[in-house]
Nanobody, 124 residues
Framework: QEQLVESGGGLVQAGGSLRLSCAAS????????MGWFRQALGKEREFVAA????????YYADSVKGRFTISRDNAKITVYLRMNNLKPEDTAIYYC?????????????????WGQGTQVTVSS
């Protein structure tokens, strides 16, 4: 069964860094666009970053641009989210997602595989 598993979340002080990983179970994921989304308590799930299947194209939400970097290693079928200069407002559950239908998209409607999420908490 194809699935996505996130890891790397945790508690960090403001200004700190974390790297999230998303490991996919099937080789088909190497051909899919991938994205990271997050959901804070009481809020809608929002787009964070996306990467094309080749890794040549990326797209970021304005709120994380310049601080977060999405990357992928198709040999390991893993996607990463490097998060620097973290802020308390970055606190959320972070979800990895895969799209079989689009090259790159910030819309969660275009993603048809989702992981279970990993908690990121940034203290002030």
């Amino acid at each position: 069964q194809e699935q996505l598993v996130e890891s790397g979340g945790g508690l960090v002080q403001a200004g700190g860094s974390l790297r999230l990983s998303c490991a996919a179970s099937g080789r088909a994921f190497a051909n899919y666009a991938m994205g990271w989304f997050r959901q804070a308590l009481g809020k809608e799930r929002e787009f964070v970053a996306a990467i094309s299947w080749t890794g040549s194209s990326t797209y970021y939400a304005d709120s994380v641009k310049g601080r977060f970097t999405i990357s992928r290693d198709n040999a390991k079928i893993t996607v990463y989210l490097r998060m620097n200069n973290l802020k308390p407002e970055d606190t959320a559950i972070y979800y990895c997602a895969a799209s079989t239908t689009v090259v790159l998209s910030p819309s969660r409607r275009n993603y048809n595989y989702w992981g279970q999420g990993t908690q990121v908490t940034v203290s002030s």
